[in-house]
C-alpha cells in the first residue's frame, strides 16, 4: 500500500504535488484550505479524507498565496486578515483535526516560501504566516514527538508559491547554487523522502529546497 497522503493546498504548485506523488505511489486526498476557517468544517472535512484513505501517514500543508502583491502601506486589515490571520488560523484546525488520525510514523510538512526567512516585499501578510507555520511546526514536533508523530517544514523558491513578482524576494545576492530553482517534481521528491522511515529521527527542521538560493546559516 502507499503513502496515505492528505494534501492541503490550492493552485498550481498543489496540484502538481498531488500528480507528482501519485506518480510515486502515493494515495492522495485533497483538503480546499477554504474549508479549514471553521474548526467544526475541518473537522468534517478531515474525517471524509481520512475514512477514505483509511488513515494518514502523511499530512502536507501547502500556504496559499494571495493574488499578488501589496504594498505594506497599502495593506488593508481585510488583506491581512485574509493572507496572514486565516491560513494560521486553518492551520491550527487542520492539525487538531488530523490528530485523531494520525499514529506512530505519520509526517507533518509543511510547505512555504523561503520569505518565511528573509522576507518578502509586497508579501508581508504571506510572509509573517509562513513565519508562523514553521514556528507551529517546531511545537507540533515537541508535543507530538513522544507519540513518533514528527514534522518538517520544506521552504521553496518564494515563485513557486508567491508568483513571478517575488522571484527576487529570497533575499539571495546570486541566482540558485544548482542553476534552477526548483519545481513541484523536486519538491516531491523530498516529501516522498520526508514519508519514508528512514527520515523518521529528524523533526521540526526547516529544509530549504530553492536550489541553493538561499543559504541560511
Same mark, same amino acid.
Given at each position: 500500500?502507499?503513502? +496515505?497522503?492528505?494534501?492541503?493546498?490550492?493552485?498550481?504548485?498543489?496540484?502538481?504535488?498531488?500528480? /507528482?506523488? %501519485?506518480? /510515486?505511489?502515493?494515495?492522495?486526498?485533497?483538503?480546499?484550505?477554504?474549508?479549514?476557517?471553521? %474548526?467544526?468544517?475541518?473537522?468534517?472535512?478531515?474525517?471524509?479524507?481520512?475514512?477514505?484513505?483509511?488513515?494518514?501517514?502523511?499530512?502536507?500543508?501547502?500556504?496559499?498565496?494571495?493574488?499578488?502583491?501589496?504594498?505594506?502601506?497599502?495593506?488593508?486589515?481585510?488583506?491581512?486578515?485574509?493572507?496572514?490571520?486565516?491560513?494560521?488560523?486553518?492551520?491550527?484546525?487542520?492539525?487538531?483535526?488530523? /490528530?485523531?488520525?494520525?499514529?506512530?510514523?505519520? %509526517?507533518?510538512?509543511?510547505?512555504?516560501?523561503?520569505?518565511?526567512?528573509?522576507?518578502?516585499?509586497?508579501?508581508?501578510?504571506?510572509?509573517?504566516?509562513?513565519?508562523?507555520? /514553521?514556528?507551529?511546526?517546531?511545537?507540533?514536533? +515537541?508535543?507530538?514527538? &513522544?507519540? +513518533?508523530?514528527?514534522?518538517?517544514?520544506?521552504?521553496?523558491?518564494?515563485?513557486?508559491?508567491?508568483?513571478? &513578482?517575488?522571484?527576487?524576494?529570497?533575499?539571495?545576492?546570486?541566482?540558485?547554487?544548482?542553476?534552477?530553482?526548483?519545481?513541484?517534481?523536486?519538491?516531491?521528491?523530498?516529501?516522498?523522502?520526508?514519508?519514508?522511515?528512514? &527520515?523518521?529521527?529528524?523533526?521540526?527542521?526547516?529544509?530549504?529546497?530553492?536550489?541553493?538560493?538561499?543559504?541560511?546559516?
Amino acid at each position: 500500500m502507499g503513502t +496515505r497522503t492528505l494534501l492541503c493546498g490550492v493552485g498550481s504548485l498543489s496540484d502538481d504535488l498531488i500528480a /507528482r506523488l %501519485r506518480a /510515486r505511489g502515493h494515495l492522495v486526498e485533497a483538503v480546499d484550505p477554504s474549508v479549514l476557517v471553521a %474548526r467544526a468544517d475541518a473537522g468534517s472535512a478531515v474525517d471524509a479524507v481520512a475514512g477514505s484513505l483509511g488513515a494518514v501517514d502523511l499530512v502536507v500543508h501547502v500556504l496559499a498565496a494571495p493574488d499578488g502583491p501589496t504594498p505594506l502601506v497599502d495593506l488593508s486589515t481585510d488583506a491581512w486578515v485574509a493572507a496572514c490571520e486565516d491560513p494560521m488560523v486553518g492551520a491550527l484546525h487542520l492539525l487538531q483535526a488530523c /490528530r485523531s488520525h494520525l499514529g506512530a510514523g505519520s %509526517r507533518i510538512v509543511h510547505v512555504v516560501p523561503t520569505s518565511a526567512m528573509g522576507g518578502a516585499p509586497g508579501f508581508a501578510a504571506t510572509s509573517t504566516a509562513a513565519e508562523g507555520l /514553521r514556528a507551529l511546526n517546531k511545537s507540533v514536533a +515537541r508535543q507530538w514527538g &513522544a507519540d +513518533r508523530i514528527t514534522t518538517a517544514v520544506v521552504a521553496v523558491a518564494p515563485e513557486l508559491l508567491l508568483g513571478p &513578482a517575488a522571484s527576487s524576494a529570497g533575499g539571495a545576492l546570486t541566482g540558485p547554487a544548482l542553476g534552477h530553482t526548483g519545481g513541484a517534481d523536486d519538491l516531491a521528491g523530498i516529501v516522498d523522502a520526508l514519508a519514508s522511515p528512514d &527520515a523518521a529521527f529528524t523533526t521540526g527542521s526547516t529544509i530549504v529546497a530553492d536550489g541553493g538560493t538561499w543559504m541560511a546559516p
